[in-house]
């Protein structure tokens, strides 16, 4: 098996991380751009294999989508194939196979699409069959589950005959995945309303429009969760902007408690290390992506917590609430799960000479689990698996010792 040893313990000097594109924006951009009449001039799309996997099947149109692990890239195209009357196949990994999408095949069953399970219903591999009429423009769609699907659907909306008034119900999730959406939609020319959970969007046509994506917060959390455990350093994050359209850039307030004073220069955010105040609980509902980093910053630092917001975590790349638990289990922290979906981060007590995190396919358990470094050697298992989001992720660890 391939592993990584990672060599820093304490702390390092002042570092630049470049950082990577965001892959939610560019799997985005991406499906507006393969809807809209005209050339868009897209630039700084992610290295991510979500994003260059979205840009290869839209280049090559292949009868059969094979999305690999990319959940974005199976829901957006998903909902693409089906709207815009393609045949398509759209299958991916085992694990991908196992993650729910039959809310989103409902909803464009109700619009008028065809799709068919090819093997368990209400989960992929599945086939679009075509698309003859609408059927209605008023859907109503659950937001407790994935927000891919209500996004999937909205890109697509402004090309329907008669546009889109979905209506959300329950609770719902990742909605700043959903604002990033509608924002992203209106930078190319679309206008929407979202009013009390109903979201109209009136047919319409895609401007052609000139879009840099920015650098991801999602992948600028692990180095704010490496400052905060680490004895010394300074950071500076480049590409990253203070108006985001990302959710993840909550990080900063999270981390400021953690430790982590950040401020905004031209080209970026730089990150000192301060004293902490302490994070008695966190709701990651509307971004769950940095539960992981989170959860193991609090162990790290010796800070009891709790957790609420986490129930999506069991149906991501893995089911990330076990695998943080045996993960945890290593440095003797915990994630116990109490009544009402509060868990309690219960910090690290002996931490081994030598830690060995098995990453259960899963990029933010190999990414999460690198500020361990900072207190003991860290074996991480099958290093590779940050491909999905960040390939360059080791390469920039590696910044932090030259
Ligand atoms: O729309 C997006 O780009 C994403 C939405 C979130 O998923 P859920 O809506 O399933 O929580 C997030 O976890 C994922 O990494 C990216
Ligand atoms: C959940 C994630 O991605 P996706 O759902 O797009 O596979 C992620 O990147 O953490």
Redesign the pocket.
Known sequence: MKTIELPLKGGFGKVTIPLPSSKSESNRVLIIDALTKGENKLSNLAEAR?TQTMIRLLREDPDTYDVL????TMRFLTAYAALTGKTKILTGTPRMCERPIGILVDALRAIGAEVAYLKNEGFPPLQTRGFDRQLTHKVKIRGDVSS?YISALLMNAPLLPQGLNLELTGKVGSRTYIEMTLELMKTFGIHYEFEENVIKIAPQEYIPTEFAVESDW?GASYWFSLLACAGTGELFLKGLKANSLQGDSKIVEIMDKLGVDSSFENDGIRLRKKAVSGLEGFDFTHCP?LAQTVAVTCALLGQSSEFTGLESLRI??TDRIYALQQELAKIGAKLEEGENGVFRLIPAAAIPEKVRIHTYDD??MAMAFMPLMTRTTVVIEEPEVVN??YPSFWKHCGLLST
Do not use: Y
């Open positions: 979500d692990d990319a959940g974005t891919q999602s992506d991501k790349e990029h933010r999905k989001s």
